[in-house]
């Protein structure tokens, strides 16, 4: 559905600059950009690519000035070039109908437009909200509850009593649900500590491809609203996530971790079980937080295990100079020792 | 189906001491508990809190005394607690028939009380033991053979010749029997190398949700009796893990990597490929294992390259100090100098 | 389809020595070894344990000599055995026909000798290349390309636009082309940057059981001929992966990151976005790269963050004398002090 360069000034609050009526038809990188397009610059030093791109409008920020070219200045320009995407070029439907192959439990209640592609299973008293989109070969276990326009991509298993809220979008081969990682130790080897809970995610939540939740032991896991996961993330029995959490590949957290609000968290990052994350920690790539260890609000750490930043980076240059001061250690031995 | 607190007391074979006639009807936890849940408390600080919820009957180790409760005594609260936890509340069955669009080869054998969910697929010659069920999507792949009192939760793919022996549990989305990961290097690029061996699961292993375990090159990738696999953890080809080993998250295991018995492994484990790891050694979260290094009976390693764990915490504190010794050096040196 | 000794030795244009008519029927490792069956050995030391098994013939390097053992002599018994194994066994088809459970939309198109497992999903206007065969539940969302001789084993997911060259091999439970993790953060959260890019897999690419693979956010995602992938690898939006690297399991390739040419890189390895790495590169395992690092042509780098190897040999055994130098620090000042 394209636009002109005026009616997207307008959509996303920008003043526009040059050609309002220059034809915007779709997005791209200021690299790949054709006519007919429009592209965002974050930086100024961006600017002289942009301009020499055949884009066809460029969102910039405010007081930005060029020649030659229609621009669009706004406050956030990556975040209204994100606006105008959606608008342009609206995700296409995963899935449209009910796929007759999609097997429907008596028991389970589905909301009108609900959609869901072949080869589907929904299980009994499953209840699924309107506009909810499923994709092929997902399975939606017993008791079940989705929120309104969600999407869960193919091959997306829910077990038993999970419940998603609303705009919750799922990746392929992700699996929530799954029992928690809890045995008791016997002399005759391991027996099963009941995994009995639930999982809850909150509205707005992304979960990535291949991700792992496992359901509470006795009570729940949750994830808060808002909070995006990437790939491959694996989340622990009666973990719980607070809002607006965003969480790197591959990352794991072990069960009982509590994580607060707006928390960053690095890729491959690994959670010992009963730790404590406060609001708005930073926690960089690979760091590793030991077992019932508490990061304070605010903090940035890194490593294994995870310390200040700060701190990390204070020493970390002397790692190399290892050999040197050892050197310089037996040099003055020996020079005490040759008095 | 509820117990009275006698029943239980009898079946955990433990000591009633209050209402032998209180009516059991779940479990909980002491934070969660509602009248007719049973509990548990692992020490005696927990005591109160237990005492104070509205549960109506508390597991506890031996001596411990209280009014007002009733108390089952034992000595070990908790595996009495997964034991009257299964009792009371059994798991409900993943499938119960074999769905009319479960494909099943002719010249698979299935025995009596195999279940399968919807969309499963079993290919030729596979044999699985009676009261097996598979859930919905799962693929069992030529020659299989799979024991007595499994499950496989939705959405499991088996390759062909894969073994599991009886009571195995296999979380959705795991993958058994994917080719290893091997390949001859040439002028012209890399040569796959055959990967034609089996898996063998023993009995009374669980595996993950996402795990992926790759068979063996020429012979055989083994995890051994009442192994427990967390989710998302990868096993190399002809890896061998002994009985009773635990693995957290994430853990990566290479080829031809052998593991001992009742082995404990952190979450994000690396295991370079030919290393070895003996008895009862205890491996902490995001440790990683050199190619070949031998891991002797008994230590507690951490860290990467792993070393171990008594090691690490001598040296550790030192790694913050490194500035403050510089300076001492600088001092010394400099003193040493103005004489 | 057994072969002799000699006939063996001709197609790997290997020397024979022996029994040039001995019957091959199989491959197997030394320690497994049955009459019939063809060994190779990598190293002299392994030849008196291959001169000792029951194998029919044994592939050794040039100039090796044994009594009483047909061997075939080649540059590379390694190489040959894996060409010698192809042969004698070749992979049984995954699928050999397209099974009624398949369904395949009106507007794809399918080339000659596409087989397709059951519950397999061909979403519209997907292209599939001849004797191509995709296993039981994968899904190929719309307008993909696959290309000629390519296997994807069961429960793979192709999301819509991705393309896939020839002789790709994609193990089961993989993802390809889900969004990518980008967001613009904004007062009120988190909201979703455009993931409309494209996939694109080079020929001869293998892609582990597990690994997860993010579209391009407006360009692509790219994979390189001949690369290989391990077990649940992920690879995030806009990563350009040149030809033939290796890329062992768990490791995670942030946003935007390119690799060169024959870069090996080791299990658990994590790079930061935007951090480019050039041609021949070795990375140990579970390195870590910061963002937007260089890594040298050719660079042997290990370590969080990764430094050249040589360079952390000679600072890590200084880690464990750090209390000893402190103490000799210590009796230092204390000498001066007391003077």
């Known amino acids: 559905?394209?636009?002109?360069?005026?009616?997207?000034?307008?959509?996303?609050?920008?003043?526009?600059?040059?050609?309002?009526?220059?034809?915007?038809?779709?997005?791209?990188?200021?690299?790949?950009?054709?006519?007919?397009?429009?592209?965002?610059?974050?930086?100024?030093?961006?600017?002289?690519?942009?301009?020499?791109?055949?884009?066809?409008?460029?969102?910039?920020?405010?007081?930005?000035?060029?020649?030659?070219?229609?621009?669009?200045?706004?406050?956030?320009?990556?975040?209204?070039?994100?606006?105008?995407?959606?608008?342009?070029?609206?995700?296409?439907?995963?899935?449209?109908?009910?796929?007759?192959?999609?097997?429907?439990?008596?028991?389970?209640?589905?909301?009108e437009s609900v959609a869901l592609g072949p080869y589907v299973v929904i299980e009994e008293n499953a209840r699924i909200g309107r506009h909810t989109r499923i994709g092929a070969g997902c399975v939606v276990g017993a008791n079940c509850e989705i929120g309104e326009d969600c999407v869960l991509f193919p091959r997306v298993t829910l077990y038993r009593n999970v419940h998603l809220g609303h705009r919750v979008r799922v990746h392929s081969g992700a699996v929530i649900g799954s029992d928690g990682f809890g045995y008791v130790r016997t002399e005759a080897g391991y027996e099963k500590f009941p995994q009995r809970g639930t999982v809850v995610i909150e509205d707005d939540v992304e979960i990535g491809a291949g991700c792992t939740i496992d359901r509470g032991a006795l009570d729940e896991t949750r994830i808060g609203r808002g909070s995006k996961l990437d790939n491959l993330v694996h989340v622990g029995h009666n973990v719980r996530i607070g809002p607006d959490c965003v969480i790197a590949a591959q990352t794991g957290i072990s069960g009982s971790v509590s994580i607060g609000a707006r928390v960053m968290i690095g890729g491959q990052v690994g959670f010992g079980d009963h730790c404590r994350v406060e609001d708005d920690v930073v926690l960089g790539g690979q760091a590793g937080i030991l077992p019932g260890k508490i990061i304070r609000r605010g903090q940035t750490v890194w490593g294994t295990p995870a310390r200040p930043l700060d701190e990390f980076k204070k020493t970390y240059p002397y790692w190399a100079r290892l050999p040197e001061l050892v050197a310089r250690l037996d040099a003055l031995e020996q020079k005490r020792a040759s008095k």
């Open 1 to 111: 559905m394209p636009k002109t360069a005026g009616e997207l000034a307008a959509y996303v609050g920008g003043e526009l600059v040059g050609d309002a009526r220059a034809n915007i038809r779709g997005v791209a990188s200021a690299e790949n950009a054709k006519p007919g397009d429009l592209i965002y610059i974050e930086s100024d030093k961006l600017l002289p690519a942009a301009l020499a791109s055949p884009a066809s409008a460029v969102l910039v920020g405010k007081g930005v000035f060029a020649r030659d070219k229609t621009l669009i200045r706004v406050a956030n320009p990556k975040l209204a070039f994100a606006r105008a995407a959606a608008l342009l070029l609206p995700e296409p439907p995963l899935v449209t109908d009910r796929h007759p192959t999609a097997l429907i439990h008596p028991t389970a209640r589905l909301e």
